[in-house]
């Protein structure tokens, strides 16, 4: 929301300690990938764009628009796009399932 701060997200250095926290030195560890499973991000779009079947944004092929307001599951990044100089997310829409690229800046 307009006027809402963004919550930055953990640093490596804090997600360390989270996992050594879980983990706790028991016999049978959880791995990486068990914690994050239990960790889901999601984004809310606040300026209709375009889900992109591909990370380039040269080369990909809009699946659809996504409208103000949906929401989408982070699965990946964000990642700088050097070609266009912007930064985009790999996403899912909660609404249909749709799976693409994203721009956030």
């Not at 919550?7 to 360390?16: C, I, M, V, W």
């Not at 809310?44 to 764009?49: A, G, N, R």
Request: glycine share 6%.
């Amino acid at each position: 929301k307009e006027g809402e701060e963004e919550t930055p997200a953990p640093s490596a250095e804090d997600l360390k300690r989270v996992f050594v926290y879980l983990n706790d030195g028991s016999a049978d560890p959880m791995s990486t990938e068990v914690i994050a499973a239990f960790i889901r991000v999601f984004m809310k779009v606040t300026k209709e764009t375009a889900i992109t079947d591909t990370f380039g944004i040269k080369d990909s092929k809009s699946l659809r628009r996504l409208e103000v307001g949906e929401v989408v599951e982070l699965l990946a990044g964000p990642t700088k796009e050097d070609s266009a100089e912007v930064t985009r997310v790999h996403a899912k829409a909660m609404t249909d399932g749709v799976e693409g690229w994203i721009t956030t800046e």
